[in-house]
């Protein structure tokens, strides 16, 4: 069973809150990632990091940052969210060498208002 | 443009049939995962397969990996509703460490 976990599960907030979407893995993995994912669709990655203090963005552009300060930890910043910002974020990692075989979170369902 | 196309789109089947959905592309890939994904969940990795014409089984589901390793095909034999969910094919090309996932495939199955 795998060891990530994301919090909070859900969050609804207002239009220019600053938010942080915590994650943690308890699986010593080197790599970790954050999907956006609409309802019932394709994930589109946002973040990833290679170890600590490597980001990197993805393929599909965020104005969300991260930050690798610790292994286990990869924490997603929204500095003003937007309406557009709505959709689940999902959290996953790897262990290095795995063929990028990812362990997911729960997610975090974020709606703003 | 979607790299890996999965079809159908929406699956509605009635509990005891078979089904097969498809992840197809026109770029090789060196390996293919499966995932499965229920409601307010994360996807949870069903398989990965990286030889060209592999089939791998996994109690009533069956992947196959196509022989050029552009397509990948997922059999499920006398469906339950336990296997209701999100499923997304997920590839890795040999020039990239990163995983390009599928449309999905959401199939529901009735009691």
């Known amino acids: 069973e795998a060891d990530i976990y994301q919090t909070p599960r859900y969050l609804v907030i207002g239009t220019g809150k600053k938010i942080t979407l915590e994650c943690s893995q308890t699986m010593g993995h080197d790599k970790m990632y954050w999907y956006q994912q609409d309802p019932g669709m394709e994930l589109h990655l946002i973040h990833y990091?290679?170890?600590?203090?490597?980001?990197e963005k993805g393929d599909l552009s965020s104005e969300s940052t991260v930050s690798r300060i610790r292994t286990e930890h990869f924490p997603l910043t929204l500095e003003s969210a937007r309406p557009s910002h709505t959709s689940q974020y999902l959290c996953?990692?790897?262990?290095?060498?795995?063929?990028?075989?990812?362990?997911f979170g729960s997610g975090t369902q974020l709606s703003v208002l | 443009t979607q790299l890996l196309e999965q079809s159908p789109q929406f699956l509605s089947i009635q509990e005891g049939e078979n089904l097969t959905v498809y992840c197809n592309s026109s770029s090789v890939f060196s390996s293919l995962q499966w995932y499965r994904q229920e409601p307010g969940e994360g996807p949870v990795l069903l398989v990965t397969?990286?030889?060209?014409?592999e089939v791998k089984k996994l109690k009533r589901l069956t992947f196959q990996f196509g022989d050029a390793r552009k397509d990948s095909s997922l059999h499920i034999t006398a469906a339950q509703p336990g296997d209701t969910g999100l499923y997304l094919c997920a590839g890795l090309r040999d020039s990239s460490y990163k995983l390009i996932f599928g449309s999905g495939t959401r199939l529901l199955v009735r009691p």
């Open positions: 990091s290679y170890g600590v203090n490597s980001t």
């Open positions: 397969v990286v030889t060209g014409g």
């Open positions: 996953a990692s790897s262990h290095r060498g795995s063929s990028e075989k990812l362990f």
